[in-house]
């Protein structure tokens, strides 16, 4: 219990920012923050702890909106079940996938490569296919109860979405501590190695790639409820694949508060963008991709990494200093 | 059935595009084969060097063609520089670190390229734009021709160097050990920045013989990026005939199973494909199975 100690401080202090502002700016900011990061924990349960790092989250994010959106809009299926129904139907998607891509032994880059051919064939399927909406996409009906799972005020989507990202967070300590979770850091220093010390490589790497779907998914069920409005291209776009892996990268990867870390910077950086140069078409992007790429030139560990290296530096520098006061006294 | 009539034009049209997307993966193999990495970067690159061909046209009053004699050095040395000052120091040797920026360069060249153009698709009007020569019952567009000739010129070229030239042993050398090239006193940084100089020229040739009969936007390299993955992946990662045989293959099933299953629905037979071959022999047809 004491080991959660982080994540409960963490989750309070941000579950009071709704006590001190209400701003529709500010709260639609944290919301999009908080998705990014649950996409990212995602992520990281694959790709930072099982090293497995995918190109087509994408697939998942995707495949829990259009769940949650069809269900509602076409089969008149009530917000709840269908919400839940769109992590399951990702998970599917991403056992499916999974199954295919480890039993094949695909590995690196060759992973990253299906990965991303997968959510790229989704995305054409759901931009022709009729029951997705097509080329015009899906809206659910505005229907402001929470019976429907909307709401007047940002905040209750607020709540929700932290505690997902609470849920994920409790879920990767809890795996970081379990034989499921050694097994998983072991497929990831050398994959040959845990095979020949009796771990089922395959499927560790399916279980992590399952529930890393599930994860990536219920933030694309909340996605579609949050702006009642999906279509191929914001759930099976590219853009979300690359935002779950910058997060964690920049966070510092295979570690519980990389991906939280990491959005809350990532998408700092982005609404600073748009203050200093205005809501130009790609120039956030063109500031991801280049952190991205400088982030793991010169800080492969992320945010954490270096933040454990300062704190590993200050301690060192406290103790050389440290026996000069003995000797005084 | 489909009458010949129908059936032939179209191959002959697939063996044309097929022709492109051999010349693109023919640089994607090139530095895979080499460097063991895959360059996410490639279809950006593209992109960039068809927006270069478009505006030495607009500005300079160059046809493509000519323009291809300029770009083409000038993008062998932006991917001199790029593997070796970013791409190569920035992976600190690790296959992981490598995906990721190449990504990253991926992201910011086509985002770098949208906010400087927005996101208009623009062509180029030239006055043989829409010429067409008669092969049999088929028309065939003459800049399709061309770009089919520079691939077999390109393709003889690149044989050349490798075959002949210093440079071209000491990548083969680098290719198979790279250890034991490097204590024989080749210097690996510099060959593997000539690799992936050499492959981003290959989208330079690729980008002017496009760009006569095709539309340029910040996306356009994507449409090619994963088709010349797939036809990388057919013939075998490193293998250069697979690049050729794999890209005309390649565009001859796109192109058919286009005037079956119409345009949108014709690019998923790529992927399906593509992900079907990854799965069952990722080493692909012509490479060896490891």
Same mark, same amino acid.
């Given at each position: 219990v004491r080991a959660l100690a982080p994540i409960l401080v963490t989750v309070a202090l941000l579950a009071a920012v709704p006590l001190v502002t209400q701003s529709n700016v500010v709260l639609n900011f944290l919301v999009f923050t908080l998705l990014i990061a649950l996409v990212g924990q995602g992520w990281n349960l694959l790709g930072g702890y099982g090293g497995q790092y995918s190109f087509g989250h994408a697939a998942f994010f995707g495949t829990g909106a259009y769940v949650t959106a069809i269900l509602q809009v076409r089969y008149g299926v009530n917000a709840w079940p269908a919400f839940a129904l769109g992590i399951v139907a990702g998970a599917a998607v991403g056992a499916i996938i999974g199954t295919l891509a480890f039993r094949s032994g695909l590995r690196g880059s060759y992973f990253a490569l299906v990965t991303l051919a997968f959510a790229e064939v989704l995305r054409i399927v759901a931009s022709v296919a009729p029951i997705t909406g097509a080329g015009v996409g899906t809206l659910i009906k505005l229907d402001l109860r929470w019976e429907a799972l =909307?709401? =007047?005020?940002r905040v209750p989507f607020y709540f929700i979405i932290l505690a997902l990202v609470a849920i994920s967070l409790v879920l990767v300590h809890l795996i970081e501590r379990t034989r499921f979770g050694a097994w998983l850091v072991a497929v990831r220093e050398n994959e040959d190695a845990a095979a020949a010390l009796g771990v089922d490589a395959t499927r560790v790497k399916i279980g992590a790639m399952t529930l890393s779907a599930a994860i990536a998914a219920a933030a694309g069920c909340f996605y579609a409820q949050y702006y009642l409005f999906i279509d191929a291209g914001i759930a099976y776009g590219p853009w979300i694949s690359i935002e779950a892996l910058l997060a964690p990268i920049v966070g510092g990867v295979g570690t519980v508060f990389g991906p939280l870390l990491g959005a809350l910077v990532v998408k700092s950086l982005g609404e600073a963008t748009k203050l200093v140069a205005g809501d130009a078409p790609g120039l956030d992007l063109v500031i991801y991709g280049s952190v991205l790429v400088l982030v793991v030139a010169f800080a492969p560990r992320g945010i954490v990494g270096v933040l454990a290296d300062l704190r590993r530096a200050l301690r060192r520098a406290r103790r050389a200093e440290a026996p000069a006061e003995v000797g005084r006294a | 059935m489909l009458s010949p009539a129908i059936l032939i034009p179209a191959i002959l049209n697939g063996l044309m595009t097929g022709a492109v997307y051999a010349l693109v993966a023919l640089g994607l193999t090139l530095i895979y084969g080499v460097l063991h990495i895959i360059n996410f970067a490639h279809g950006a690159l593209l992109t960039a060097a068809m927006f270069a061909a478009f505006f030495a046209n607009r500005w300079l009053g160059l046809d493509p063609y000519v323009a291809a004699l300029l770009l083409t050095p000038l993008f062998f040395a932006l991917g001199y520089a790029l593997q070796r000052f970013v791409i190569g120091p920035a992976a600190h040797g690790e296959d992981r670190n490598i995906l990721l920026v190449t990504l990253g360069l991926a992201v910011v060249i086509e985002n770098a390229l949208l906010y400087a153009f927005r996101a208009d698709t623009r062509t180029l009007d030239l006055p043989y734009g829409f010429d067409t020569i008669e092969v049999g019952p088929a028309f065939i567009a003459v800049p399709r021709v061309v770009a089919f000739g520079a691939v077999i010129a390109v393709a003889l070229v690149l044989w050349l160097i490798m075959r002949w030239s210093d440079t071209g042993k000491a990548i083969r050398a680098v290719a198979r050990e790279k250890l034991g090239a490097e204590l024989a006193g080749i210097d690996v940084a510099h060959v593997y920045a000539v690799t992936f100089g050499l492959g981003t020229a290959c989208l330079a040739v690729a980008a002017c013989v496009l760009i006569p009969s095709y539309y340029v936007n910040p996306s356009a390299g994507n449409a090619f990026v994963l088709i010349a993955f797939t036809v990388v992946v057919l013939g075998g990662m490193g293998s250069v005939a697979g690049a050729l045989v794999g890209g005309l293959f390649v565009g001859v099933v796109e192109s058919l199973s286009g005037l079956w299953l119409g345009e949108s629905l014709g690019q998923i037979g790529i992927f399906v494909m593509f992900i079907l071959v990854l799965l069952l022999r990722p080493s692909g047809l012509f490479g060896e199975r490891t």
């Open positions: =909307q709401f =007047q005020s | -």
